[in-house]
């Protein structure tokens, strides 16, 4: 922490981890699961149980294969919703998934003060998004979010040989905006790869956001915040925003 301030206080670039630190992922694609639950039960007149067992299924294969390239982007869905359903509903599998995609992307949209963080943050520093994952599920992401906009590069693992922790893809993303690694912080959820993979690339910070607060013990990052929009509290000085003299571990 003290090497952070003492040799980082013109920071230049912040990366952002995608899934569960800019947008609530997993909590997203559990809130529209749910909402189609009823819209299962109401709508097409399954049982509770049945509509919620097949929403279940449905988001356990999702998560472990969120897409898979010998499909279109908009039929994988289709075959592990009609997977997931009773097999007297599984005609109505490509209209459940269409309602999926507009329920996931509705309760995935950035917040009015994630929004506000990245358009302030832009008029000090260059933004770049880091992200793993599938090459078509990642960008459908960013296209469908309108996050492309507030980034100056935007690498996802699925186009490169790397992936994080691989220090090669946060090296990648200062060499595509011209700043040493020394000036750079890393933002995300994950230990193993969005901090683990910072320190490993040398960059100057790394900011932990865990997914659940139980898990905020590490001494790995240089800090540890509850949600991104705390950015700003640990940040070195800047015209837009002034760290208080009393920083701690964890905000």
């Given at each position: ?87 007297n509903y599984r005609h109505i599998a490509k209209n459940i998934s269409a309602e999926w995609l507009k329920l996931r ?147």
């Amino acid at each position: 922490m003290d090497r952070f301030y003492e040799e980082n206080n013109d920071v230049s670039a912040i990366f952002f981890d995608l899934d569960n630190t800019l947008i609530q992922t997993r909590k997203g694609d559990s809130k529209a699961c749910n909402k189609l639950v009823e819209v299962l039960e109401h709508q097409y007149g399954l049982p509770r149980e049945a509509a919620a067992e097949s929403a279940s299924s449905f988001l356990r294969a999702f998560r472990a294969r969120p897409d898979d390239d010998t499909y279109g982007i908009y039929e994988w869905p289709t075959h592990l919703w009609r997977n997931s359903l009773p097999k007297n509903y599984r005609h109505i599998a490509k209209n459940i998934s269409a309602e999926w995609l507009k329920l996931r992307f509705h309760y995935l949209a950035l917040t009015p003060d994630v929004i506000h963080l990245l358009e302030t943050l832009r008029e000090d520093y260059l933004l770049g998004l880091i992200t793993n994952g599938p090459s078509r599920a990642q960008w459908q992401k960013i296209e469908r979010l309108g996050l492309r906009k507030y980034f100056d590069c935007v690498l996802v693992s699925g186009d490169l040989p790397w992936e994080k922790p691989d220090q090669n893809i946060f090296l990648e993303a200062c060499k595509l905006l011209g700043v040493e690694a020394r000036t750079c912080i890393m933002d995300g959820d994950k230990l193993e790869t969005d901090i683990k993979g910072g320190k490993e690339a040398e960059l100057g910070g790394t900011v932990w956001i865990p997914l659940q607060s139980d898990e905020m013990e590490s001494d790995l990052p240089d800090f540890t915040i509850h949600k991104v929009t705390e950015l700003p509290e640990v940040l070195p000085n800047s015209p837009k925003f002034k760290r208080s003299a009393h920083t701690s571990k964890v905000y």
